[in-house]
């Protein structure tokens, strides 16, 4: 592993282009999908590697409830796989699981999955990974919005009191460090609704190659050009 001085406690990525992947290959979509999951498992032991403390990942977007069914099924049949399968690996690696997104609408069976898991890795100290599940930034700040003012509204804070350190309380990474690098595939120049409020001063990094194709050689070379950007955070 090279040595690096300057790792980002926290990277975030926007995996795209399983479905082209697939398509290229004369493969159906949910093969890009799974050769997908095999990225997400070179990248989360990469992180690991590294010393990256966060790794969140942007999985399952709100929007992607749009998808045929079939595909929506696929995906969801995925991801409790990658579950079960990674449990085993999350413990030995101690990496904790956590989840953003509108929970409640995935299926009884991946809640469950996800609820056991998280709770068993709770206490991990090696690295977080975050998957981002039936997740909108505009769902995540609006719900964030909605506690914010039914706490005004009952009076136990008053709305001047509302500064960026309590708005943050309040979204579902709260206790997250926003990340320092955000990670886009299939050289697509979108956020997509993705960690909104979070990437405010975030290194964006495109890479061309499909999500499948992202190993961990792909994650190195990204953080090397993170390395090489000058942050400033606004200032001289
Ligand atoms: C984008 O490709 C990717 C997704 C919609 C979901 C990402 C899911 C995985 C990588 C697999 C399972 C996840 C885990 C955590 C095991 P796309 O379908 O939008 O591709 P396209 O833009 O080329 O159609």
Known sequence: MPDFPDIPRHIAVIMDGNGRWAKERGLPR?????????????????????????????????????????????LMALLDRFLVEKSKDLKK?????????????????????????????????????????????????????????????????????IDCTMFASHLQTTGIPDPDLLIRTSGEMRVSNFLLWQISYAEIVIVKKFWPDFRKNDLIEAVREYQLRHRRFGAL
Not at 35 to 52: K, M, P
Not at 99 to 122: E, H, Y
Request: negative net charge; charged residues 25%.
């Open 93 to 161: 690696q101690n990496i904790r699981l956590q989840a953003i997104g509108q929970l409640d609408r995935l299926p009884v069976k991946t809640r469950a999955l996800l609820d056991k898991i998280m709770a068993q890795t709770a206490d991990h100290t090696a690295m977080t990974l975050v998957l981002a599940l039936s997740y909108g930034g505009r769902e995540e700040i609006i719900s964030a919005a909605r506690s914010l003012a039914a706490e005004a509204v009952a009076g136990t804070i008053s709305p001047d009191q």
């Open 30 to 74: 949910r093969e890009g999908h799974r050769a997908g999951a095999e990225s997400v498992r070179e990248v989360a032991d990469t992180c690991i590697e590294l010393g990256v403390k966060y790794l969140t990942l942007y999985a399952f977007s709100s929007e992607n409830w749009n998808r045929p069914e079939a595909e929506v099924k696929a």
